[in-house]
């Protein structure tokens, strides 16, 4: 199968289920859960058979930088899918559905950079699966973050709209905020040892930017759910230092991946 084809349902089904959720909340009436999670997992299904499609290759792994994106778009929407069956977080999918449809079709349409293939022994994959697993709960974070600041901002000024109706009480989108930099923050720690572990150099060249990065985004979570442990930090300084840290993050995997692949061409 083409992965055109693939790629065409998942986005499709991406914006489907987008539409649906806009359209029920406009009317403040709720999502009916179990057609929202249905439309999620057939879109994730025509997803991963695209990126399978687009990043088997005989030399290895095909890991550019649309199909990083796709790959990490993916792997956010099936974390908070799961995130749904234990907790209120299904409005997220608003923010996550239209990424996935737009980086599955990206992948898709745009063209490939120079990256080689990946072909690496495993203590090296553990760790680009770590680092996508960290970067896509740290992702999703981000995300809950920005809903955070909407719904504070509406509760303030006393114009809830539906989609804010729909929310949570607000300590609980801090709470499930949190939850999410805290399980990111350990995931990108052990991403950051299993570099260290099985990377000859994690300071070479074509290293050293996403290292110097990640390390400071490293820095600024850990600082985060300190004074959030220590002092108590909530509201509009976690959500800045959120965001902060997710930069930082996105800026040392896909700014050295864009320099690398269509402007150095390494």
């Not at 029920?24 to 997803?47: E, I, M, N, S, W």
């Not at 539906?162 to 989108?173: A, N, R, V, W």
């Amino acid at each position: 199968m083409h992965p055109l084809l693939p790629s065409l349902a998942a986005a499709c089904l991406y914006a489907g289920a987008t539409a649906y959720q806009s359209l029920r909340l406009t009317r403040r009436v709720a999502p009916d859960k179990r057609l929202l999670a249905l439309l999620g997992v057939l879109a994730l299904l025509f997803h991963g058979a695209s990126l399978f499609a687009q990043m088997s290759h005989s030399a290895g792994l095909a890991l550019d930088f649309f199909n990083a994106a796709s790959l990490i778009a993916f792997a956010v929407i099936l974390l908070s899918l799961l995130a749904c069956l234990r907790m209120p977080v299904e409005n997220l999918l608003l923010l996550l559905f239209p990424l996935g449809c737009l980086t599955v079709l990206l992948a898709q349409l745009m063209p490939n950079g120079t990256l080689r293939p990946i072909n690496e022994e495993p203590g090296i994959l553990a760790h680009i699966l770590l680092s996508i697993i960290a970067y896509g709960i740290l992702t999703i974070a981000a995300f809950q973050s920005l809903l955070l600041l909407l719904q504070d901002y509406q509760l303030k000024h006393k114009h809830p709209s539906g989609l804010i109706k729909s929310f949570p009480p607000l300590q609980t989108m801090e709470s499930l905020l949190f939850g999410f930099l805290w399980a990111g923050w350990i995931l990108l720690s052990l991403s950051l040892l299993s570099g260290a572990l099985f990377l000859d150099d994690l300071l070479a060249q074509h290293l050293a930017h996403k290292t110097i990065l990640s390390s400071f985004a490293w820095v600024v979570f850990a600082v985060l759910l300190w004074g959030r442990h220590q002092l108590g930090w909530r509201g509009h300084k976690a959500i800045r230092w959120t965001l902060a840290g997710f930069c930082l993050l996105m800026l040392a995997y896909f700014g050295s991946k864009l320099v690398r692949e269509f402007i150095l061409h390494i």
